[in-house]
């Protein structure tokens, strides 16, 4: 079966310009998964449009939206990054007929092969069960390379749940890292909210030395802590995969997600953190992901979400 859906040049547009300034006049639409194999760097967009990992987490249908509606976002706005970056969408990876795992493998020999092929993988979510496959891709090639892999997650849920059946979903990803990657899993939690996640969890998270900030410390009157906290993991790793779930916003900034949470943190101290691990030169990759448009109000999430996108990329390659 080809979960592989192509990039739709509908997707993107935006103002007019005689200028290539806004994203939809760079973006380059690349089908049939032909990856760029040149030793160029560049980053690979790609949409992973499937939420059968919400639902077996019980959560708000339609994150399988959510890739269109962030390349939307995306495409109006103004194009900063270097002139030689080329930034490729290769399309959409999704889920048929409940089959998650065909999915993730999927997902996994995609991410691997976009860094073999000097990119930079950008995955547009769909749950966040999509951290299991995308991060594993990673996790092989840091392996392969010598690199110990840091994860830096933003987020209200630590998403170290068991599986259930013996299947994972979207509370379960890192759990499921940590379980196929014992020795190399090093993970840090940014925005943890007490009330989202019961003492279990905390229990796994220190069981698994997992390093985090709960939600009273991840604002920006306390800064100075989190950069040194950051800064300090940031020092025991080489490579960073960075993960970002909307939901960990507060619900007055991203109310199209799955579970909003109206004591999430604000965009201000997450970007504070963006910049942080851009200058540090260490992000080889980056998903974002529960955007869920079936919720969202003026596009306000989605916004958001291909703002962090683009400013993500402009502080690592800026």
Known sequence: MNLHQNPSPSQWSGRKSSLPEYWHQVIQILPNLAFEASATKKVGLMGYSGEEGVRRNQGRLGTGEGPAAIRK??????HHLPDNLPILDYGDI?????????THQVITDLTYQLLKSNHFPVWLGGGHDLAFAHGSGVLQFAQENGKKLGIVNLDSHFDLRPLVDGKGHSGSP????????????HYLALGIQRAANPKSLFQAAEKLNTKFLVMEDFRLQRWEYIKEQISWFLDQVDALYLSVDLDGFSSAYAPGVSAP?????????????FDLLGKSKKLISLDVVELNPTYDQDQATARLAARCV?????????
Do not use: I
Request: hydrophobic share 45%; no cysteine; charged share 20%.
């Open 73 to 78: 976002g995306l495409g109006t706005l103004a």
């Open 94 to 102: 999704f889920t048929w007929e409940g089959d998650l795992e065909a």
């Open 174 to 185: 890192f759990y499921q890292l940590a379980s196929n990657f014992p020795s190399q899993f």
């Open 261 to 273: 949470s109206p004591m999430g943190f604000d965009p201000e101290v997450a970007f504070k953190v």
């Open 310 to 318: 683009e400013y993500v990329l402009r502080k690592n390659f800026g």
